[in-house]
């Protein structure tokens, strides 16, 4: 290993700080644009982490660092990096809901936020469909159906196909659990 290291191309992570890879400091402040979502800022003198994720003002619409935890570098205790990302009750999780709740794992493809009620469900949200009487499933293909429809020339959905009624994934958590 000592030798494998002193190789001078030697293929582990080097920083940003230190070597080759060495740049000058980036100095950002609260209204800088960057396109990061957490930011992990050390205070030397403190020994303290603390954890920014990038929020929007919600009377402003302005992006600003909300400091969602301090982790004091002496202590032993080991760091809940899961409630740090997510918060105490789910607020910052963008997790599909079985990520927290493993029962609806292959059962429930939802996001955190509408599992809890916090988001409305959105189309790509259905499993299937009724139309005509007849359930339909949802095949989740990722295409844009409306893209698809005027790229092949097709007539519009409500015109080839009666009744159709939703299936929320919701639906289908509530007869699995």
């Keep these: 290993m000592e030798q494998f290291r002193a190789l001078p191309d030697y293929r582990r992570p080097q920083c940003y700080c230190h ?8 100095v950002l402040t609260e209204r800088s644009d960057v396109c990061a979502s957490w930011a992990y800022v050390f205070d030397e003198q403190e020994r303290v982490l603390h954890v920014c994720n990038r929020e ?4 402003t619409k302005e992006y600003f660092w909300n400091d969602v935890a301090r982790i004091e570098l002496d202590n032993v205790n080991e760091v809940n990096w899961t409630h740090i990302e997510c918060g105490e009750d789910f607020e910052r999780c963008g997790h599909y809901a079985w990520k927290h709740f493993p029962q609806l794992e292959g059962r429930s493809n939802l996001g955190m936020q509408t599992f809890l009620g916090r988001r409305p469900f959105q189309m790509h949200d259905a499993i299937g469909f009724i ?9 989740g293909s990722g295409g844009d159906a409306d893209f698809l429809r005027r790229s092949y020339n097709l007539p519009h959905f409500h015109q080839t196909l009666g009744s159709r009624r939703s299936y929320t994934r919701m639906d289908a958590e509530r007869t699995c659990l």
Excluded: F
Aim: charged letters at 45%.
């Design 19 to 26: 070597g080759k890879r060495h740049e000058e400091a980036h």
């Design 56 to 59: 929007k003002h919600r009377d």
């Design 131 to 139: 139309v005509n009487g007849q359930r339909v499933k949802n095949t």
